[in-house]
């Protein structure tokens, strides 16, 4: 599956690298309720693409999960700031396509 690495150089390989851990990191440091969007631009830069479609819950499991993984933050996170803000105000706003 990885194979295309074997033809990079050791600078292409370490430049593939620091690609990689930057989209690491701009996913790690989302916030507020950037945590809850679906995030193709990561997975794109991986070297296959897939034509699979995420299946996604009905309305009423969909808000389940999405109150269980609030929940988790609460249990892994106890002493995380906490915010007001209402989605689409501030700087929490919706990745845009592509």
Known sequence: MDSDLDALSRDELIAELIKLRNAVRAHRDSTEHELCWHHPALWNLLPE????????????VF??????YRESLNAQLPGAPRSHEEFG????????PG
């Open 49 to 60: 693409q897939s034509l699979v479609s995420p299946v996604v819950p009905e309305w009423p």
């Open 63 to 68: 808000l389940r999960g999405c109150i269980r």
């Open 89 to 96: 105000e501030g700087s929490a706003n919706p990745p845009k």
